[in-house]
């Protein structure tokens, strides 16, 4: 059975899982990972490996600062998901995150 999912994850510990939901066939609507940070001597902003990896794979992919607003929180209701898949993330997920979702959040502990 595929399901409609969001991915939340951003560093290279969390695309393992993403890879495997994408070989199972699952229809990752879009994927949220933190903003781009400064890297390298030049300190230019450089996506995280959860990002990279998504838009390597045609996946859409949002980097919100926060998930608090009504517009983003509109945006992700708007995704028509049955879950999310949460790993090591970064940002802690708002109630109305949490609401909009038919089915279940499944957060994968990094510790």
């Keep these: 059975m595929s399901l409609r999912l969001a991915f939340m994850g951003t560093p290279d510990f ?3 899982t993403l890879a495997e939901l ?3 066939g699952h229809d ?5 990972s933190q903003p781009p940070r400064p890297k390298g001597r030049g300190m230019a902003p450089a996506p995280g490996p959860v990002h990279t990896f998504a838009a390597a794979h045609g996946l859409a992919v949002r980097t919100p600062l926060s998930l608090k607003g009504e517009v983003e929180q509109a945006a ?3 995704l028509d998901l049955d879950a999310a898949i949460v790993v090591a993330y970064g940002l802690l997920l708002p109630q ?3 609401d909009a979702l038919n089915r279940l959040t499944i957060d994968v502990a990094t510790t």
């Design 14 to 16: 969390a695309v393992p």
């Design 22 to 24: 994408l070989a199972q």
């Design 28 to 32: 990752i609507r879009c994927v949220y």
């Design 76 to 78: 992700f209701a708007a």
């Design 96 to 98: 109305a995150i949490l």
